[in-house]
């Protein structure tokens, strides 16, 4: 089993920051692909962001929604997932779920299917 806990949510403004983290307790093998998923109340949960650190570490995955304003990276050291998240909007408000998974097909790293372990999210408010 993989424990996966985030952190680093909170409330922003529109346009500001947030740096979202995501500890893992397995080793890098069993997380070598890991993503980030968002909820918001009433929607489903949507892919944001995925990446395979083992085999495809420089072509990580990005909804089409937060291109260029988020980052996926990870830290094989520590075995910490992180996505930074910049010019965040209103629409960006949701709970956000770290994921994992020791494999995965890189074309479905968005996809909530992929991954076996689960972490219990942290929320994310952007006011206008």
């Known amino acids: 089993q993989v424990l996966l806990v985030e952190s680093g949510g909170g409330s922003v403004q529109s346009g500001g920051s947030l740096t979202l983290s995501c500890a893992a307790s397995?080793?890098?093998?069993?997380?070598?692909?890991m993503g980030w998923f968002r909820q918001a109340p009433g929607k489903e949960r949507e892919g944001v962001a995925g990446i395979d650190s083992i085999g495809r570490a420089d072509s990580p995955r990005y909804a089409d929604s937060v291109k260029g304003r988020f980052t996926i990276s990870k830290d094989n050291v520590k075995n910490v997932l992180l996505l930074t998240m910049n010019s965040l909007k209103p629409e960006d408000t949701a709970m956000y779920y770290c994921?994992?998974?020791?494999?995965?097909?890189?074309?479905?790293?968005?996809?909530?299917?992929?991954?076996?372990?689960w972490g219990q999210g942290t929320q994310v408010t952007v006011s206008s």
């Open positions: 994921a994992a998974s020791p494999s995965c097909t890189w074309s479905r790293l968005l996809h909530s299917g992929t991954y076996d372990f």
């Open positions: 397995a080793n890098n093998y069993a997380t070598a692909c």
